[in-house]
């Protein structure tokens, strides 16, 4: 496998993001390392918060949230007024998100609930503004056909890890030792940019974040 950034860009770019250290977030972010929890990171965090931003998104659904990591960068976007619906399978992420995020003084924009993300979303009424996707990497393609429909009409559906170290390439396919899920993720990008009511991007920073804009006049 290899790095999607040459990493000089990658520490270049770290450092010019140290304006957003908090010491919830740097707490967060020790968690994860120190427990090997892959988490979105500083880079594509400060990223999900500017999409949020630009469309002003106020509902924020997440498929696999983990201990509120990316939820920390989603709760700033959508404000006072905003909800953002965090899922996960396990109890802890939950507690853990709920001492962050309370300490963060957002966590009265969230809406946390433990159990299958699938079955919560379809348990969840309504369209939102932007639908996150970090989920297992098998269930990416059905995740996408779910969640597709649940995108407001110039909303996002973004999802995380879609370069997969690049394994989803010919040279990163080599030594491949998880191409299940390698190719399930290949399928659900593909499946993103077929569809004609998105218009799709990748975005190449960390893994990989798949940015879908739900058309609101047809695609351009």
């Known amino acids: 496998m290899f790095p999607i950034l040459d990493p000089r860009i990658d520490t270049y770019l770290r450092q010019l993001e140290a304006k957003h ?13 120190r427990n090997h929890f892959p988490i979105v990171g500083r880079l594509s965090g400060v990223f999900l918060e500017t999409m949020a931003l630009a469309i002003g998104a106020r509902t924020v659904f997440e498929l696999g949230s983990g201990f509120g990591y990316s939820a920390w960068w989603f709760t700033r976007a959508v404000g006072a007024d905003g909800t953002v619906y ?6 802890q992420n939950r507690t853990w998100a709920e001492d962050f995020l309370t300490r963060a003084g957002r ?14 979303l379809a348990d969840t009424l309504g369209t939102f503004d932007i639908v996150y996707n970090d989920v297992l990497k098998p269930q990416y393609p059905e995740t996408w056909l ?9 909303g996002f559906y973004i999802a995380d890890n879609v370069l997969w170290s690049g394994r989803v390439t010919p040279d990163g396919a080599k030594g491949d030792t998880r191409p299940n899920e390698t190719e399930a993720i290949k399928r659900h990008n593909e499946l ?3 569809d004609p009511d998105f218009d799709a991007f990748i975005h190449p920073v960390r893994d990989g ?10 695609p351009i």
């Open 209 to 218: 974040l798949l940015v879908a804009r739900k058309t609101e006049d047809g």
């Open 146 to 154: 779910q969640a597709k429909d649940r995108v407001r009409p110039g």
């Open 86 to 91: 965090c899922t996960d399978g396990d109890p």
């Open 192 to 194: 993103v940019y077929a």
């Open 21 to 33: 250290d908090d010491p919830v977030l740097l707490e967060m972010e020790a968690l994860a390392e």
């Open 107 to 120: 966590w009265d924009r969230v809406n946390y609930r433990t159990g299958n993300a699938q079955d919560l």
